[in-house]
Nanobody
Framework: QVQLLESGGGSAQSGGSLRLSCVVS????????MAWFRQGQGKEREGVAS?????????MYADSVKGRFTISRDNTNKVVYLKMNSLDPEDTAMYYC??????????????????WGQGTQVSVSS
């Protein structure tokens, strides 16, 4: 069974940076799409970034984070990262790691992913 464990959340000032990590416990990690989603209070869950097993095609980003966030993966250690720069209070949310290997492309659509972590909170103050 796929298990995902996020870490790295916390508080940051506007303009600051954080790096989230997601450790994957899954035998077929290399064939898996990985993605980060977030859900602010009272808002729907939205896709932030996604990455394929071989970094091809190029990672996908939500327009709201392009140029500020970077998704990457360490296939040796089965870890996916989300580096977040130039943080804004609008980035405040619970961030979730998600995985699936049965989707044709690594989308930013929540229903495409079967496996989810429990989330890590990110709070950005102005």
């Amino acid at each position: 069974q796929v298990q995902l464990l996020e870490s790295g959340g916390g508080s940051a000032q506007s303009g600051g940076s954080l790096r989230l990590s997601c450790v994957v416990s899954e035998g077929t990690y290399r064939s898996t799409c990985m993605a980060w989603f977030r859900q602010g209070q009272g808002k729907e869950r939205e896709g932030v970034a996604s990455i394929d097993a071989d970094d091809y095609p190029m990672p996908m980003y939500a327009d709201s984070v392009k140029g500020r966030f970077t998704i990457s993966r360490d296939n040796t250690n089965k870890v996916v990262y989300l580096k977040m720069n130039s943080l804004d209070p609008e980035d405040t949310a619970m961030y979730y790691c998600a995985a699936d290997s049965a989707v044709p492309i690594c989308s930013l659509i929540p229903v495409d992913y079967r496996y989810w972590g429990q989330g890590t909170q990110v709070s950005v103050s102005s």
